[in-house]
């Protein structure tokens, strides 16, 4: 068997996902879910915060909010996030960190609506029929955000209390355990796995039906490193070539944030059409019937 017959299913695949994007309007729906999310960028970050004080009352332990905050952003670019960065504590200095306020409430709500929008953007990539009703989906939305901002949280405690471990116990050995810079590369295996197990749990409950881990974990890793591909290269424009303060003058951060965020949804569609395409490549007829749908409805 030669390599063109083994690549030959994958780039069929990949054809019809871009087919499917196009046809389904995915430009669209990757501006609704880019403004969702921007909306829900800050509530996010808020709640994580909330939800980390709360956990700093009951384990006494209390987490940076750097750290959290890092996690979080730590996959952008350093021209896109600064502008954000800068903004966001400044509102996290005057903010309540409790979580059983009505703000606390609120930014669960908003930070929901980005998950919803996602939702959708899946259940038409996959080709789904979706019984769930109104408040369960959203129900589930709201879950992914405590869930996303619980594993941020537990991320954070593993990535300051994993290098005390490996200090003590490098200090009772006679040989040198680690070497210099295992730390950071401990947090550059963080930054990939977080975005790569949200991804997966987005394709694993977000979608009107339930898909095997095999059938949405190449849509998934290729979500990751094109995400990975695209914030090399947004770097790269905005430092370079892109001139936003000219144009938006101070909501030049703003747009530079919304546009890679824009740039990011459409891979995460991208790699969930990727992943339609594949189940439906052994489905004669499927294509044809998908088809008749022509964009992406609620």
């Known amino acids: 068997m030669n390599l063109f017959a083994v690549l030959?299913?994958?780039?069929r695949a990949l054809a019809r996902a871009a087919a499917a994007f196009?046809?389904?309007?995915?430009?669209?729906?990757?501006s609704h879910i880019a403004m969702s999310m921007m909306l829900a960028l800050f509530p996010f970050v808020l709640f994580t915060v909330a939800?980390?004080?709360?956990?700093?009352?009951l384990l006494s332990q209390d987490v940076a909010i750097e750290d959290l905050v890092d996690l979080v952003f730590g996959g952008w670019p350093e021209e896109v996030s600064k502008p954000i960065l800068n903004e966001l504590f400044a509102v996290l200095e005057t903010s309540s960190?409790?979580?059983?306020?009505?703000?606390g409430?609120?930014?669960?709500?908003?930070?929901?609506?980005?998950?919803?929008?996602?939702?959708?953007?899946?259940?038409n990539a996959y080709g789904d029929n979706d019984p769930r009703p109104f408040w369960k989906a959203r129900l589930i939305c709201a879950g992914l955000v405590v869930l996303g901002g619980a594993g941020i949280l537990v991320a954070a405690l593993f990535e300051v209390v994993l290098p005390l471990y490996v200090r003590y116990i490098a200090d009772?050995?006679?040989?040198?355990?680690?070497?210099?810079?295992?730390?950071?590369?401990?947090?550059?295996?963080?930054?990939?796995?977080?975005?790569?197990?949200?991804v997966l749990l987005c394709h694993i409950l977000l979608p009107g039906q339930r898909h095997r881990v095999s059938q949405i974990l190449p849509g998934a890793v290729l979500t990751v490193v094109l995400w990975w591909a695209a914030g090399i290269g947004f770097a790269i424009y905005v430092g370079s070539f892109a001139q936003y303060s000219a144009t938006y003058a101070g909501l030049a951060g703003a747009m530079a944030a919304m546009i890679f965020l824009?740039?990011?949804?459409?891979?995460?569609?991208?790699?969930?059409?990727f992943n339609g395409a594949l189940?439906?490549?052994?489905?004669?007829?499927?294509e044809a019937a998908e088809a008749s749908g022509d964009s992406y409805v609620e």
């Open 8 to 11: 030959s299913p994958w780039l």
């Open 22 to 30: 196009n046809r389904k309007n995915g430009w669209v729906m990757s």
């Open 51 to 57: 939800l980390s004080g709360a956990a700093a009352s």
């Open 97 to 103: 960190t409790q979580l059983a306020t009505l703000g």
């Open 105 to 123: 409430v609120l930014a669960l709500y908003f930070a929901s609506n980005g998950v919803n929008a996602v939702r959708v953007a899946m259940v």
């Open 172 to 198: 009772l050995l006679p040989y040198q355990l680690v070497g210099p810079g295992w730390e950071q590369g401990f947090s550059g295996v963080l930054l990939f796995l977080l975005p790569l197990v949200a």
């Open 262 to 273: 824009y740039v990011n949804a459409a891979i995460l569609i991208f790699g969930a059409e």
């Open 279 to 286: 189940m439906r490549l052994d489905q004669p007829g499927a």
